[in-house]
């Protein structure tokens, strides 16, 4: 389409200019199905013949069937000249069934929040979906998206240190997770996943990247989430203790861990 702009980078760039346009955070029935933020393009298709309108559903449709088996997968639907690429990735705690039911939604929003637009990135807490016209060049996994810090801080209480260390364990646990990682440590909630075609090495690269940016963009908040473009991680400190998660989190006692491979459900935990 001869396109040059990377999807990605308009999102970046709306969101500094525009971010009550950009950043939408709601309630929701569910803590894997709350909406983190969206992403969309201004163009909208130009589709005359309903060529892209027939890729773009048969891609959601693909998509949602496979979010039943696995927790991450990508495609590419349409011809040469209607090629639309599509991912869908749920975290890493998620089990079949809720990775169903997050991704079961997001066709819905991607086309309520940003209509029929040459491409879209939606981002629950438990799921996200991209899909993108060929013809975006890409940027760095290593850009960053979206991120919130929590209001509350704690400077000088020891926190930030308990943080690092937990920031340390999750680092290494996400590599022999095979990128998907959760853990507690000393009250510090921490989680950390990658993209599922993302390889070990290029995975705690990602990761190490994002913490570092948690550190000094949340400072001493004790809540914070960072998204780059191949990776997520988060991490919340309750000083009263851990809050018992739901069945398809991970055990919230001080000693849990979890990691799981984004590519091969039937090694998670779920």
């Given at each position: 389409m001869g396109l040059s702009i990377s999807f990605l980078s308009i999102i970046m760039m709306m969101c500094l200019l525009f971010p009550d346009l950009n950043v939408v955070v709601k309630s929701a029935t569910t803590e894997y199905t709350t909406l983190i933020y969206k992403g969309c393009a201004r163009q909208q298709f130009s589709d005359p013949s309903g060529l892209y309108s027939q890729a773009l559903s048969a891609m959601f449709g693909s998509l949602v069937s496979q979010s039943t088996k696995t927790r991450f997968y990508k495609t590419t639907t349409g011809t040469s000249t209607t090629t639309i690429t599509g991912l869908f990735q749920c975290r890493g705690d998620l089990s079949n069934h809720d990775c169903y039911n997050c991704v079961s939604r997001l066709p819905v929003l991607s086309d309520k929040l940003c209509g029929k637009t040459i491409a879209s990135r939606v981002q629950l807490s438990g799921c996200y979906l991209l899909y993108e016209v060929s013809g975006f060049s890409q940027i760095s996994g290593m850009e960053m998206l979206f991120k919130t810090c929590g209001k509350n801080n704690i400077?000088?209480?020891?926190?930030?240190?308990?943080?690092?260390?937990?920031?340390?364990?999750?680092?290494?646990?996400?590599?022999?997770?095979?990128?998907?990682?959760?853990?507690?440590?000393?009250?510090?909630?921490?989680?950390?996943?990658?993209?599922?075609?993302?390889?070990?090495?290029?995975?705690?690269?990602?990761?190490?990247?994002?913490?570092?940016?948690?550190?000094?963009?949340?400072?001493?908040?004790?809540?914070?989430?960072?998204y780059l473009h191949k990776c997520f991680i988060a991490y919340s400190y309750y000083p009263n203790g851990v809050p018992r998660r739901s069945s398809s989190s991970s055990s919230s006692s001080s000693s849990s861990s979890s990691g799981s491979s984004n590519s091969d459900p039937s090694t998670s935990t779920g």
């Amino acid at each position: 389409m001869g396109l040059s702009i990377s999807f990605l980078s308009i999102i970046m760039m709306m969101c500094l200019l525009f971010p009550d346009l950009n950043v939408v955070v709601k309630s929701a029935t569910t803590e894997y199905t709350t909406l983190i933020y969206k992403g969309c393009a201004r163009q909208q298709f130009s589709d005359p013949s309903g060529l892209y309108s027939q890729a773009l559903s048969a891609m959601f449709g693909s998509l949602v069937s496979q979010s039943t088996k696995t927790r991450f997968y990508k495609t590419t639907t349409g011809t040469s000249t209607t090629t639309i690429t599509g991912l869908f990735q749920c975290r890493g705690d998620l089990s079949n069934h809720d990775c169903y039911n997050c991704v079961s939604r997001l066709p819905v929003l991607s086309d309520k929040l940003c209509g029929k637009t040459i491409a879209s990135r939606v981002q629950l807490s438990g799921c996200y979906l991209l899909y993108e016209v060929s013809g975006f060049s890409q940027i760095s996994g290593m850009e960053m998206l979206f991120k919130t810090c929590g209001k509350n801080n704690i400077a000088g209480t020891g926190f930030e240190e308990r943080r690092d260390t937990a920031f340390g364990v999750m680092q290494n646990g996400v590599v022999s997770g095979h990128g998907f990682y959760a853990t507690t440590y000393e009250s510090v909630y921490v989680l950390g996943q990658c993209e599922g075609d993302v390889g070990d090495t290029d995975c705690s690269g990602c990761v190490k990247n994002a913490l570092e940016k948690a550190q000094v963009e949340c400072g001493s908040s004790i809540s914070g989430q960072i998204y780059l473009h191949k990776c997520f991680i988060a991490y919340s400190y309750y000083p009263n203790g851990v809050p018992r998660r739901s069945s398809s989190s991970s055990s919230s006692s001080s000693s849990s861990s979890s990691g799981s491979s984004n590519s091969d459900p039937s090694t998670s935990t779920g």
